[in-house]
């Protein structure tokens, strides 16, 4: 019996904004499997949240296509929850109604109680409980964002896309909420594309790190598997045997091998055809097998 496809196949990615313009991105391919935390990361400009976009329908490629759970995506739908940089919240709604917007859109048929009762499970999860009536005028950055999680989650995805979702919000803040994110993903096995310039969350939250070479003409180098154990801590992560292993290489990728990359010197940043599947965790045993090949993805041409 063959394997069931993965759950998530993006092949053959490109995009530019004008037939004269170069390659954003080209022969961006990757798959995520069901319930996977995949993280991708990369510098400014080389196409991340347009990535991100094309997978929440909100915007399309020039080529290529994105298939999830079988069928093509084409445009936006309540199969996939969005959180973005900024909240996005709708000013004149409680919190409450915020979330209950999208469970309305979502449900048509359910009545008002059963609604409010759904939305009342997620308020809890993000820890909201009591603040049901603010509007978000009322609520501090990291509540906003806690609301959009909420109501990301409350629509019950098969997908959530996170826009660097904690970027503009303080150390502790930030720190709170992706515990509370880990936690909400291990009851919920849901399965996550983030995207994030900060390399000590993706090994805290990930099972799998995108690296993208710098842009124009960006495509996918490395998917790094996370080595460490799916129920992480960013109390104690820091002292897993593996933990600098990994940090290191995510970070020469992105201080020195991207530069190289983009500079059109691969030979001097990888000796492998791209993108390669690598696991920093455990050292190449001399006479070993080379790091394994990704799928082999439809190219561009």
Same mark, same amino acid.
């Given at each position: 019996m063959?394997?069931?496809?993965? !759950?998530?196949?993006v092949?053959?990615?490109?995009?530019?904004?004008?037939?004269?313009?170069?390659? =954003? !991105?080209?022969?961006?391919?990757f798959v995520?499997? /069901?319930?996977?935390?995949?993280?991708?990361?990369?510098?400014?400009?080389?196409?991340?949240?347009t990535?991100?976009?094309?997978?929440?329908?909100? &915007?399309?490629?020039?080529?290529?296509?994105?298939?999830?759970d079988?069928?093509?995506? =084409?445009?936006?739908?309540?199969?996939?929850?969005?959180?973005?940089?900024?909240?996005? +919240?709708?000013?004149?709604?409680? =919190?409450?109604?915020?979330?209950? !917007?999208?469970?309305?859109?979502?449900?048509? &048929?359910?009545? /008002?109680?059963?609604?409010?009762?759904?939305?009342?499970?997620?308020? @809890?999860?993000? /820890?909201?409980?009591?603040?049901?009536?603010?509007?978000?005028?009322?609520?501090?950055?990291?509540?906003?964002?806690?609301?959009?999680?909420?109501r990301?989650?409350?629509?019950?995805?098969?997908?959530?896309?996170? &826009?660097?979702?904690?970027?503009?919000? #303080?150390?502790?803040t930030?720190?709170?909420?992706? #515990?509370? +994110?880990?936690?909400?993903?291990?009851?919920?096995?849901?399965?996550?594309?983030?995207?994030?310039? @900060?390399? @000590?969350?993706?090994? +805290?939250?990930? #099972?799998?790190?995108?690296?993208?070479?710098?842009g124009?003409?960006?495509?996918?180098a490395?998917?790094v598997?996370?080595?460490?154990?799916?129920?992480?801590?960013?109390?104690?992560?820091?002292?897993?045997?593996?933990?600098?292993?990994?940090?290191?290489?995510?970070?020469?990728?992105?201080?020195? /091998?991207?530069?190289?990359?983009?500079?059109?010197?691969?030979?001097?940043?990888? @000796?492998?055809?791209?993108?390669?599947v690598?696991?920093?965790?455990?050292?190449?045993?001399?006479?070993?097998? +080379?790091?394994?090949?990704?799928?082999?993805?439809?190219? =561009?041409?």
């Amino acid at each position: 019996m063959s394997a069931p496809p993965p !759950f998530l196949q993006v092949r053959g990615l490109a995009k530019r904004f004008s037939p004269t313009a170069k390659w =954003v !991105f080209a022969n961006v391919g990757f798959v995520i499997e /069901r319930g996977e935390f995949v993280c991708i990361i990369g510098h400014s400009g080389c196409g991340k949240t347009t990535i991100l976009n094309i997978l929440a329908g909100l &915007d399309q490629a020039t080529l290529g296509e994105v298939v999830m759970d079988g069928r093509e995506v =084409v445009g936006p739908g309540l199969d996939r929850g969005v959180v973005f940089q900024g909240h996005a +919240l709708m000013p004149w709604l409680s =919190v409450r109604n915020n979330i209950c !917007f999208g469970v309305r859109s979502r449900w048509r &048929d359910w009545p /008002r109680d059963k609604v409010a009762i759904h939305c009342q499970k997620y308020i @809890d999860l993000v /820890r909201l409980t009591g603040n049901e009536a603010k509007r978000p005028a009322e609520l501090s950055g990291g509540m906003k964002q806690r609301v959009g999680i909420a109501r990301a989650f409350a629509i019950e995805p098969k997908m959530l896309l996170l &826009d660097e979702p904690f970027g503009a919000l #303080d150390a502790l803040t930030r720190g709170a909420i992706q #515990d509370e +994110l880990l936690s909400i993903c291990a009851k919920t096995r849901q399965t996550v594309f983030m995207i994030t310039h @900060d390399v @000590d969350e993706a090994i +805290l939250l990930a #099972d799998k790190i995108l690296l993208m070479t710098n842009g124009p003409q960006a495509r996918i180098a490395e998917i790094v598997v996370n080595p460490l154990p799916r129920e992480r801590s960013r109390h104690d992560i820091h002292h897993h045997p593996h933990y600098y292993r990994v940090r290191n290489h995510l970070v020469d990728f992105l201080v020195h /091998r991207s530069t190289l990359l983009q500079e059109g010197r691969e030979e001097e940043a990888v @000796d492998h055809e791209l993108p390669i599947v690598v696991n920093p965790g455990f050292r190449q045993a001399e006479g070993a097998a +080379l790091p394994a090949r990704a799928p082999q993805l439809k190219q =561009v041409k």
